[in-house]
């Protein structure tokens, strides 16, 4: 089954400290990119990579990095977390940057206190 | 100006009713357009993309208004499974950006 997984589903952290939360893709997608969801905003896009090693900041990329050292991950990693931190997180992944279906892992709800 | 903008809603509309959410975007150059729809607490999904000529899908239609840079939906025979926050989403001004619309809220009451 053609899918995108996220881990974990959800997460309570504390603030400082470090997480990773990791993205897989089974469909050989080459373009991968992070959202945050906030309520009144929308989904905003945070990092998003072209293909293996290839990385670029999106709209809100501040406090979080990312990596692509293969085609089907993409991990987040908040190295320092904050409360305004606090959202659900969505992988994708697509033949494409623009003009393809976004496909989406099923999310992640963090919680930063 | 937001890059893309939708009318929150929401919309409480009887079984069988037909129902339209209108989105309008800032960038002119855009030539990409979606709708997606997403379920409460879920990731979101393509429902359809929208080409310059409108393309209907069954009971959904999609129109592409260049002129007055908006995006439409319409939904006929409205079922109840069609309960859902339907985000529309725009090829943005960036290299490789999507801008996702806030949603707009659709409940189809019994």
């Known amino acids: 089954e053609a899918q995108v997984t996220q881990n974990p589903r959800y997460l309570i952290t504390v603030t400082g400290k470090k997480l990773t939360v990791t993205c897989s893709q089974n469909?050989?997608?080459?373009?991968m990119s992070w959202y945050r969801q906030d309520p009144g905003l929308g989904l905003r896009q945070i990092y998003y990579?072209?293909?293996?090693?290839?990385?670029d900041k999106g709209d809100v990329p501040e406090g979080y990095k990312v990596s692509r050292k293969e085609k089907r991950n993409f991990p987040l990693i908040l190295e320092s977390p904050s409360p305004n931190q606090t959202s659900l997180y969505f992988c994708?992944?697509?033949?494409?940057?623009?003009?393809?279906?976004?496909?989406f892992g099923p999310g992640t709800r963090l919680t930063v206190t | 100006r937001k890059e893309v903008e939708q009318d929150p809603g929401p919309f409480n509309v009887p079984e069988g009713a037909t129902v339209a959410f209108n989105c309008t975007y800032s960038?002119?150059?855009?030539?990409?357009f979606f709708w997606y729809r997403q379920d409460c607490r879920k990731e979101p999904k393509l429902l359809m993309s929208v080409y310059s000529s409108g393309n209907e899908d069954g009971r959904f239609t999609a129109q592409l208004n260049r002129a007055s840079q908006y995006i439409s939906l319409l939904i006929r025979d409205s079922k109840l499974s069609d309960s859902a926050t339907y985000l529309c989403v725009v090829e943005g001004t960036g290299a490789n950006n999507l801008f996702f619309g806030t949603g707009t809220r659709l409940t189809v009451i019994p």
């Open positions: 960038n002119s150059a855009s030539q990409s």
């Open positions: 994708a992944s697509s033949l494409g940057p623009r003009h393809y279906e976004q496909y």
């Open positions: 469909m050989n997608h080459e373009y």
């Open positions: 990579s072209m293909n293996v090693e290839v990385t």
